[in-house]
């Protein structure tokens, strides 16, 4: 398929999901936090940030309460649900943009982020190239990318490898099939999984068991959040997974530096664009 059409199949999917998903992004502190744990309020004071992938808008909406201003930007109609989900927000502009497209004067942002999004586009290292044009010399760049899993348990890689291979046969299902599906895949592994761990976790003679349960964070985030990423996972019809050196390898390629890079249900990792120097 030619990338432009699978950019607006990609679009259309998702801008599907957060029509049919979204929540009130007041409700999401933790998660915002948890994306963007490397930082402080005190860090955004006063910034020109760009989102690059805003979704729902759940970050746009928390990064408004801190940064100077807020530019969102997204392929499809889900910068619809970004708008309605920062309409009280002043210092957001909302921008209908390809990443591979930015309509952006180079090095313009002060802090760019794009969390689930780059590991979506046709080529992530050439969107990654783009995003840190638009940043400016000593601004910060944030993103988060699916991992590859490569030093998990062989149990766990076997099942993102049989995941993969049912993506397949989901991605080309009509949206409401789909989600009938993921709703089905969500109460399995809700029910085997993450009410088992909330209630076993507390008790040190069960702890170190459910320690190795996968959809831990969903004991937390309740299933709703895990209705919503099974639909994430089986929909998109693109997905590339990085191991932690290629994570550092997109960093280093754009010599950016003060690289930190943390697991987070993925990977999470920033960096900052070095100042110019004179001649």
């Not at 348990?153 to 009938?180: D, G, M, Q």
Request: net charge positive.
């Amino acid at each position: 398929m030619h990338p432009s059409n699978l950019k607006k199949w990609t679009a259309d999917s998702f801008a599907y999901e957060w029509q049919r998903f979204r929540v009130p992004p007041q409700d999401m502190a933790d998660n915002f936090w948890g994306y963007f744990q490397f930082f402080s309020p005190e860090f955004f004071r006063g910034q020109r940030v760009l989102e690059a992938g805003s979704g729902m808008g759940r970050h746009t909406y928390f990064l408004a309460q801190f940064a100077g201003e807020v530019v969102a930007i997204d392929l499809g109609g889900a910068i619809r649900v970004t708008a309605a989900n920062t309409a009280t927000q002043r210092n957001v502009r909302l921008v209908q943009a390809d990443i591979d497209h930015l309509p952006f004067q180079p090095e313009s942002f002060d802090f760019i982020c794009s969390i689930g999004a780059l590991h979506h586009l046709p080529d992530p290292k050439a969107g990654f190239h783009r995003l840190v044009h638009c940043l400016r010399p000593g601004g910060t760049l944030h993103v988060y990318l699916y991992w590859a899993l490569e030093d998990a348990a062989a149990w766990k890689r076997s099942t993102l490898a049989l995941i993969t291979t049912l993506r397949r046969l989901t991605v080309p299902l009509p949206h409401p099939l789909l989600e009938r599906l993921a709703w089905l895949v969500a109460v399995v592994g809700y029910l085997s999984f993450a009410l088992p761990y909330r209630y076993l976790s507390p008790w040190p003679a069960t702890d170190r068991l459910v320690k190795q349960f996968p959809l831990q964070r969903y004991a937390k985030d309740g299933f709703r959040v895990c209705y919503n990423d099974q639909f994430d996972r089986l929909s998109a019809p693109l997905e590339h997974r990085f191991t932690r050196n290629h994570v550092l390898e997109l960093f280093a390629l754009e010599g950016l530096v003060d690289v930190h890079i943390q697991p987070h249900y993925g990977w999470l990792a920033c960096g900052r664009k070095p100042e110019k120097t004179g001649k």
